[in-house]
């Protein structure tokens, strides 16, 4: 089995800072892939940023990163220079075997 | 190029009958899958087919719902006898094939609500 934990419901950012959404996972496979999707008030989830976890390199997609500490099973997503256009849900997944498991996202706020 | 299709967009239906849902995976894709998300709440698989494989059906919570792919490409997930918990955004992803990290690709769901 596969677990996927996002402890923070929701976080609150002013426009142009920076916001850090929290993931921890657990999964017996040794080969597995992690992914950060968006999914913002029209429903469809956006695929923002994937990492290998045979890669140490932290993935990075323009404004987004992330920190992957695979010894703690751990995979942050850091949002820079934040924008409007970033308010969404965001859900942490990690595929492993044939599944996605998702954790229960969190909310994202932009602030003016 | 065209994304993941799923119709209906909407559907309300009485309590106790049965409704299809609809998914288009985008061409050349031989994976699919199946979703809920209830609201407010994150994502639950219910289902996942792979080319000619039989299909996972572990997610399905009864045996009310049901799923089919027909020669590889759409789907249609069925919900019969359907219940006031049945109510929930469905929805439906595809990717290239399971190996490989590969992304899925998700469509804009159906939201079904049961009166």
């Known amino acids: 089995a596969q677990t996927v934990t996002q402890s923070q419901p929701e976080m609150s950012v002013q426009e142009a800072e920076t916001v850090t959404l929290s993931c921890t996972y657990d999964?017996?496979?040794?080969?597995?892939?992690l992914f950060w999707y968006k999914q913002p008030p029209s429903r469809q989830m956006i695929l923002v940023i994937r990492q290998e976890a045979y890669k140490q390199q932290n993935a990075t997609e323009n404004r987004f990163s992330v920190n992957f500490q695979k010894a703690a099973k751990s995979f942050s997503l850091k949002i820079s220079d934040s924008q409007l256009g970033d308010a969404a849900m965001y859900f942490c997944g990690l595929a492993a075997g044939n599944k996605l498991t998702f954790g229960g996202g969190t909310r994202v706020l932009v602030k003016p | 190029g065209a994304g993941v299709s799923q119709s209906p967009s909407n559907k309300v239906t009485e309590k106790g009958k049965d409704v299809e849902l609809r998914c288009d995976p985008i061409?050349?894709?031989?994976?699919l899958y199946w979703y809920r998300q209830s609201l407010g709440q994150g994502l639950e698989f219910l289902i996942y087919?792979?080319?000619?494989?039989?299909?996972?059906k572990s997610g399905l919570p009864s045996d009310r719902f049901s799923a089919e792919r027909t020669g590889g490409s759409v789907s249609t997930l069925t919900i019969q006898r359907t219940q006031q918990e049945d109510s929930a955004v469905y929805l439906c992803?595809?990717?290239?094939?399971?190996?490989?990290?590969?992304?899925?690709?998700f469509g804009d769901g159906t939201r079904l609500s049961i009166l």
């Open positions: 999964t017996s496979e040794s080969d597995y892939y």
């Open positions: 061409s050349g894709h031989t994976a």
């Open positions: 992803a595809s990717s290239l094939m399971n190996r490989d990290g590969q992304p899925q690709h």
């Open positions: 087919f792979q080319g000619n494989s039989a299909p996972d």
